[in-house]
């Protein structure tokens, strides 16, 4: 089959790789008709996740069609329509059963690499290296899903996938995002970031009750999204601080809390963002934390901080001070996608949400390249690419 593999920083290519097999009762195979270049595959794009290997297949935004199933799954037959999670879990262990997937014990057979760096185990996640698995990932023709008895949503064969595809990542991370802040009547919601996950995170939180929602970025089109389409408020931070201009939106308090939706490669303006830049660059830091500083010290007293974006490693110059004299509550994680995913779907099948508006280039499988370098490099006005094998 044809994949999209990883080579080197910065660089990846469509390479012929073996189909993938069953090689657990509990696998199904399914032959992928939607996958979409995740804003976090750029960290593994641009070299910043540890322990990836040239020739791994890459992405965990996806959909199809199962063609062959494991002795072990009965709930799913040749045929069948799904959308997958990104992240792997079993079912069975302690922090499945309690809807924390992401945690999950059992679905990372490279465990002992991440216990060294992070000091436990977590969930897999497809094609995001090996210390989180080393499955192979999704941006190919076809792709092997381990537990898929509990792991993949059926879904209807009337609707496209551009409706659905964003069901397996970008909106559950949003909406989980909106979920950690406890939102309450009247609250005003920050968000640092308007890619897919930043306006579904917006989305949510009005779902939730937020009176107000501030966008944060610098990219012209993606502030526009934000104000159509998850009708933000919204802050250039290129054309005035950020902070500064967060004060005079909420009376001089702050939002009562801020989602990042951005990650370990966070930009930001003047000395700062060149300090980061160039200790990245070093290898001094892995992290870019500009939008985590950001955070703490705009938001109100008493204020909550949601981190959905990717962190691989260590930051620098953390404010501490600003967040424990202030009383910040600070809620983070990788999604759990098989908790919220039957409940995102349902608004989709009602028509009440069509999350295909992020999409703003969908591209054949075999020009991911372009596909990633556009994205990387925010041309032509590029949101979010959806690949069709």
């Known amino acids: 089959m044809r994949a999209v593999c990883w080579q080197s920083a910065n660089e990846v290519r469509v390479e012929t790789v073996p189909d993938p097999k069953i090689l657990n009762p509990r696998d199904a195979i399914i032959k992928i008709t939607s996958t979409a270049i995740c804003g976090s595959d750029l960290h593994i794009y641009g070299g910043y ?38 992240t792997i879990g079993c079912g069975r262990c302690n922090y499945c059963q309690r809807d924390m997937w992401s945690l999950c014990d059992n679905s990372n057979p490279k465990g002992w690499i991440e216990e060294k760096l ?76 308007c890619g897919a996950v930043g306006q579904f995170a917006m989305i949510s939180a009005y779902m939730m009750g937020a009176e107000k929602v501030i966008a944060i970025d610098r990219f012209l089109e993606r502030l526009a999204m934000a104000k159509k389409y998850a009708k933000a408020e919204v802050i250039n931070y290129e054309e005035v601080n950020a902070g500064e201009a967060l004060k005079e939106m909420t009376g001089g308090r702050g939002p009562d809390a801020c989602i990042d939706a951005v990650g370990l490669e966070a930009h930001g303006v003047g000395l700062e963002d060149f300090y980061d830049q160039t200790k990245q ?58 908790k919220y995913m039957h409940l995102l779907l349902q608004p989709i099948l009602d028509g009440k949400l069509d999350p295909s508006f992020v999409i703003t280039h969908q591209l054949p499988l075999e020009e991911a390249t372009h596909g990633y370098h556009i994205f990387q490099q925010k041309k032509d006005n590029c949101i979010k690419v959806v690949l069709k094998p």
């Open 49 to 86: 996740i540890p322990t990836v290997q040239q020739g791994d297949i890459i992405g965990h935004e996806f959909m199809g069609e199962v063609v062959e199933v494991g002795r072990g799954v009965n709930n799913l037959k040749v045929g069948d329509r799904v959308v997958v999670p990104s």
């Open 281 to 338: 660059k070093l290898r001094l830091e892995t992290d870019r934390p500009h939008v985590l500083r950001e955070m703490m010290v705009a938001c109100r007293k008493g204020g909550t901080l949601s981190i959905m974006g990717v962190y691989g490693g260590f930051v620098d110059k953390i404010p501490m001070g600003a967040a424990i004299n202030k009383g910040l509550t600070f809620r983070m994680g990788q999604m759990h996608g098989q």
């Open 118 to 193: 992070f000091g436990n185990i977590t969930s897999a996640i497809y094609g995001y290296s090996h210390m989180l698995g080393g499955y192979a990932g999704a941006q190919a023709e076809y792709v092997r899903v381990p537990f898929a008895d509990v792991g993949v949503v059926k879904v209807p064969s009337d609707i496209p996938d551009e409706k659905l595809l964003f069901i397996s990542d970008a909106i559950p991370t949003g909406y989980m995002g909106a979920e950690l802040c406890d939102i309450q009547p009247g609250d005003t919601v920050a968000v640092w970031g």
